[in-house]
């Protein structure tokens, strides 16, 4: 029971953590433009292609990350504290800011070639990396990766699984927010846009407290 516990606590976080980052519903309101003027089914395929890279780059990052931290004889003490404070500053910074989710009108396409063979082009490029999933997302990976870093082999696959799952989740929400970007612009609003980015903030900078906190706690109490 405490296993199952951990796996979703570690999941959840990992969830709430990747989500300003990525902010999938405010990255596929400003992407609209460029998926406009395909039709439903293409743009579920294209949506579905975005989230396929997103979910790729992440897990890649996601079972590296910790390795890379041994590579350079980082201790997993500092990578909480440094990446617990990045990702308050995170979310610090969209709860201070005033650029909230645009409504669609107020951008523009730079391309105006509606083929589906050109929309691929710039499916994993710009849009995934570095649009939906860049530097900050890979931060915040990296940072969970060496939270959940554990000495017994058992218990890292858990923690790695937990995150992998995490990261499934971010990807099925990725597509969601691209595949019904014009249902969920009718359905949401620019306030609500607000509203979901307001609260996401606030539970990120909690995370990134919490994050920051356990390692100053395991630097004063080694195990």
């Not at 390795?67 to 500092?78: A, E, Q, Y």
């Not at 499916?123 to 999933?133: A, E, H, I, N, V």
């Not at 995150?163 to 019904?180: E, G, R, T």
Request: include cysteine; proline fraction near 5%; charged fraction near 10%.
């Amino acid at each position: 029971m405490n296993v199952i516990f951990n796996i979703l606590n570690l999941a959840f976080i990992g969830f709430v953590a990747l989500f300003p980052p990525v902010n999938p519903i405010g990255t596929a309101l400003i992407m609209d433009p460029l998926l406009d003027h395909l039709t439903r089914a293409q743009r579920i395929i294209a949506a579905k292609k975005i989230a396929i890279y997103s979910f790729m780059i992440c897990a890649v990052a996601t079972i590296i990350g910790s390795w890379i931290f041994k590579l350079f004889g980082i201790s997993i003490p500092v990578v909480q504290i440094a990446g617990g404070i990045l990702i308050c500053k995170m979310g610090w910074q969209l709860l201070s800011s005033n650029n909230d989710v645009k409504p669609k009108e107020e951008t523009k396409s730079p391309d105006t070639d509606t083929d589906m063979a050109s929309v691929n082009k710039i499916l994993f490029y710009p849009l995934s990396f570095p649009m939906t999933t860049g530097a900050g997302t890979i931060s915040v990976l990296l940072t969970l990766s060496a939270h959940g870093n554990a000495k017994k082999i058992s218990a890292y696959f858990i923690n790695l699984g937990a995150l992998i799952f995490a990261v499934l989740l971010m990807a099925v929400v990725i597509f969601l927010s691209y595949a019904y970007t014009p249902i969920l612009i009718k359905k949401l609003g620019e306030k609500g846009g607000q509203i979901v980015n307001r609260l996401s903030a606030f539970l990120v900078f909690c995370v990134g407290l919490q994050i920051a906190t356990s390692g100053i706690m395991h630097l004063i109490h080694p195990e």
